[in-house]
């Protein structure tokens, strides 16, 4: 991936966060120019040495950012973008059922295993009857 615009930017948040959200972000230059679309922004100076105003900081993020980052290099190692979702999604799941929110291991594999009853795996839908005996 080359580098990102601040349409770029603009398009992922207006597709991927609720229009009633609080954004907090840093000073970069994709975040300034006008509403991305959530009820609120703001931002944290870190050039000024800014980095907590009120409610407003960049440190769950960042931290999730490392957790996600080392993941990816040291387990999975390499992800496409057609699949980034899933990987997210995992690393999501993994997060909001850590341990410092209260969570063991065996209370996150019966969240996991709750999560999944009823539904099949597949990596592509299975072809019917009909289309595998027209083959």
Do not use: W
Request: hydrophobic share 30%; proline share 1%.
């Amino acid at each position: 991936m080359g580098s990102v615009s601040r349409s770029d930017v603009e398009h992922v948040i207006r597709e991927n966060i609720h229009h009633e959200s609080r954004l907090m972000t840093d000073t970069a230059a994709y975040y300034k120019a006008g509403n991305l679309g959530t009820a609120e922004h703001e931002m944290v100076n870190h050039f000024a040495n800014e980095y907590v105003r009120g409610e407003a900081h960049t440190n769950t993020l960042e931290g999730y950012f490392s957790i996600f980052k080392r993941g990816m290099k040291g387990v999975y190692q390499h992800c496409s973008e057609k699949h980034l979702h899933r990987y997210v999604a995992e690393f999501d799941f993994r997060y909001n059922t850590r341990i410092r929110l209260g969570y063991n291991d065996q209370e996150r594999a019966e969240i996991a295993a709750a999560n999944i009853k009823g539904k099949r795996l597949t990596y592509r839908r299975p072809h019917s009857q009909k289309e595998v005996g027209a083959n």
